[in-house]
């Protein structure tokens, strides 16, 4: 998971830009609010924290932050800003989390697809033992990825794109992806740059294959319940809605 800065899957990819953040903060926001409200202390990880839209929230917000990713380039981004006395960024492991963060915690994210980057059993048990360990009585963890169940059932190719405006015309976000036998998934992030009357009028800025697993909910969460995270509710996303075998994503609240 710790990769180096030419390793990194991510160095070139234009998160930030190809994810309208403001938006999507403030759809998540009110579910994370009503969550967190119940966590036995305002010390929060955020894992795969990525370029740390959501730790800035939870910062903004009173919660002391701590974004965790392996991805030292996108953690580069997310502290292009200053940071706030009560947010850090630390380059982690999720398996291994003693050895980059201390103490304890009242609540735990890990969002935007981020656990299937842990590609084994072993890897998913670790995750959830370590987490525990650092989590105090009672804490949530909300726990956000596609909905695998339905993208192996009907083998998906593709995610929805994503166009972002530009000078010269768009940026498109587009992820192509290959469910394989094993359970694990070849996925394909790709940046275009489209540019109506240009030639070519459609350019690849970036393409990168990554492994993934595609954990499917049974999988997740009987990890979780070995751990110790004896309550779940599995929700379709952040409307709250109960989840279903259609559902896009699955998120689990686990204690």
Known sequence: MLARMSDDPYSRVEYRRLIAWPQRIEREWPFLERVLATAPSRRVLDLGCGTGEHSRRLAAEGFEAVGVDASESMLEKAREEPLPENLRFVVGDMRDLGRSVEGSFGGALCLGNALPHLLTDDDLRRFATGLREHLLPGAPLILQILNYDRIFAGNERSLPLNFRSDPEGEIVFLRLMTPQPD??????PTTLHLRPGHEPAVEVRHTREVHLRGWRREEVEAALERAGFSEREAFNGFD???????SRDLLLVAR
């Open 183 to 188: 359970g694990t998934v070849l996925f394909y």
């Open 240 to 246: 709250g809605g109960a989840w279903e075998a259609t």
